[in-house]
């Protein structure tokens, strides 16, 4: 875990989460699936005029309301309460009511037209009206679609379920014009074009639920989707999104999205302060102890740049990590950000992005002349990734970091940041990866990468080896409960083990269809393998592909052997 003294931005305790539940009613028409929005009081005080689904808190009169309510077996007691809240929300907000007589027989318009919205103290309540008309609530045909927390940023904070159920027969939703206006059905694909637009303001969850939705043909599909988990019932997604900054304006992200884990990093409490843009010109901070520069670099290979990381504090003095290809203004900057002090650099491995800094950078710092650490490449390496370290460094060695204490007994250095190595072949023979220890972070270089795919490229990539080094990568995180990995393309990932877990089921899906492809065609090349294997992936992709389909070729030809 990183260490709180390490944090950037002071501890601040996210708002409490009230429970709530919200419920999109949907209807098929001829041009396809329709969801009922109503817009929101402009005094409303979370999300004024925001178009959204019916929905509000859960009171305590819902659980007890369970008495009237259907349950479906598979339901559970919570979703059984979030669903009548939601019925209940549904029929003050828009005069919608989910119900049918004990026979059967679905509520009529009239009987809900005689029934009273209003939430004043006065009003006998909603539960027992229903009773006193013989109605059951039709909770059993509510169902669990999402699952939504509110960002930690926002000062009020709602833990809630979007539900979803068919819109009954023969009601028209009207709007209680109090807290709700205008309702409206609308095609999930119109609503996103409106909002795009500037028409229809709508909040990140609702923006996101309707991507999703907008992927189901009727309102069947909804349901089927959302009743056939392997799991068994339950949200097809939880999300407690986290905002940065880009280009100056806040950025919304779910956890699945490239940028979360960096700002459950950098700013684990939700402030929105942290820029997301690529930065060149100067050293990103992190933490306290970690800044990272981009080099000017982009390309499809290298992404937004090879990502140096800087170690350390002005009191320990620092370790480069990846000082990137040989460019002046870059190596320049690393100096600059370092005030010279640098005591260490490191290289991960020696391709043309990542070691060829080293050399111009430790000419550049006179007084400190740092070794240039990391792992020989081997014979296999291409004439342009050749690269000796100054020392090699051994699988397990750990690089120091001290700051100096003067106490009675004179001097004594207390270890402040320590970078275990971890050799990792695999993307290049020479590959090393780096714990540090003390804030349980991997610097992965381009063993694991967010927002793009590593090369396996033979013979000095190996499929083999890099399998073997993402399981040794996760029991060191298992072992040093690492929880963020810092890669040399890309921004920050967390939940280090699930993003590793991910890396390896991803390439053995890959291998199987490369083992398919090669069993569909067994007298095919290269060249009529791969659209087979890559067959979800822009062809544009396929020369760099071809690189790793080989490894994969390679792999299996030797588990074939063996
Ligand atoms: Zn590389």
């Not at 209807?27 to 929905?55: H, K, W």
């Amino acid at each position: 875990m990183v260490r709180p003294s390490q944090q950037l931005h002071p501890h601040r305790e996210p708002a409490p989460l009230r429970a709530a539940a919200t419920v999109l009613l949907l209807r098929d028409t001829p041009s396809g699936l329709e969801v009922l929005m109503t817009r929101r009081s402009p005094t409303a005080s979370f999300a004024p005029n925001a178009y959204v689904f019916p929905g509000g808190r859960i009171d305590e009169a819902d659980t007890a309301a369970r008495r009237i309510a259907t349950r479906r077996r598979t339901q559970s007691r919570v979703q059984l309460t979030q669903a009548i809240a939601a019925i209940r929300e549904s029929f003050e907000e828009l005069g919608v009511l989910l119900a049918h007589h004990t026979d059967g027989t679905p509520v009529s318009a009239e009987l809900i037209a005689g029934m009273d919205r209003s939430t004043a103290d006065t009003t006998v309540a909603f539960a027992e009206q229903c009773a006193a008309r013989g109605l059951q609530l039709s909770t059993d045909r509510v169902f669990t679609l999402a699952h939504w927390i509110t960002d930690r940023d926002l000062p009020k904070r709602f833990d809630v379920p979007f539900l979803v159920a068919r819109m009954p027969e023969g009601q028209t939703p009207t709007a209680d014009e109090s807290e709700q206006f205008e309702p409206c059905w609308v095609r999930p694909a119109d609503a996103l074009a409106r909002h795009a637009e500037g028409r229809f303001f709508i909040i990140f969850p609702t923006v996101r639920t309707l991507e999703r939705l907008a992927a189901y043909a009727d309102v069947d599909a909804v349901l089927q989707a959302c009743t056939s988990r392997p799991e068994g019932e339950g949200p097809l997604w939880t999300s407690c999104p986290r905002a940065g900054l880009l280009g100056g304006k806040e950025a919304r992200y779910m956890e699945h999205e490239h940028p979360y884990g960096e700002l459950a990093m950098v700013c684990p409490d939700g402030q929105i302060v942290h820029a997301l843009d690529w930065q060149t010109e100067h050293a990103v901070p992190l933490l306290k102890n970690l800044r990272r520069l981009t080099a000017p670099n982009p390309s499809a290979m290298t992404g937004p740049g090879t990502n140096s990381y800087i170690v350390g504090d002005a009191s320990t003095g620092y370790i480069v990590v990846d000082p990137g290809p040989n460019d002046f203004g870059h190596i320049g900057r690393l100096w600059k950000a370092t005030q010279g002090d640098i005591r260490m650099i490191v290289c991960t491995h020696s391709h043309a992005d990542h070691s060829p800094g080293a050399t111009p950078l430790q000419a550049l710092c006179k007084t400190t002349n740092p070794p240039i650490l990391g792992l020989p490449s081997a014979p296999t390496a291409r004439p342009n990734a050749r690269f000796t370290p100054d020392r090699a460094l051994a699988d397990g060695e750990r690089l120091v970091l001290n700051a100096t204490a003067v106490g009675d007994n004179g001097e004594t250095l207390l270890p402040l940041h320590t970078l275990r190595v971890i050799h990792t072949p695999g993307h290049a023979a020479n590959h090393l990866c780096l714990v540090l220890e003390e804030d349980g972070l991997l610097l992965s270089g381009d063993h694991i990468l967010n927002g793009s795919t590593t090369v396996i490229d033979p013979p000095d990539g190996n499929m083999t080896h890099y399998l073997d080094s993402l399981d040794k990568l996760d029991a060191a995180c298992q072992a040093g409960d690492v929880r963020f990995i810092l890669p040399a393309h890309g921004h920050v990932i967390a939940e280090a083990r699930s993003a590793i877990a991910r890396l390896k089921a991803h390439r053995l899906k890959r291998e199987s269809k490369v083992a398919d492809a090669m069993r569909r065609l067994p007298a095919g090349t290269i060249d009529e393998w791969l659209p087979l294997a890559y067959d979800d992936v822009p062809e544009r992709m396929w020369p760099m592909a071809a690189r790793s389909f080989a490894a994969h070729v390679e792999r299996l030809q030797k588990l074939a052997a063996a």
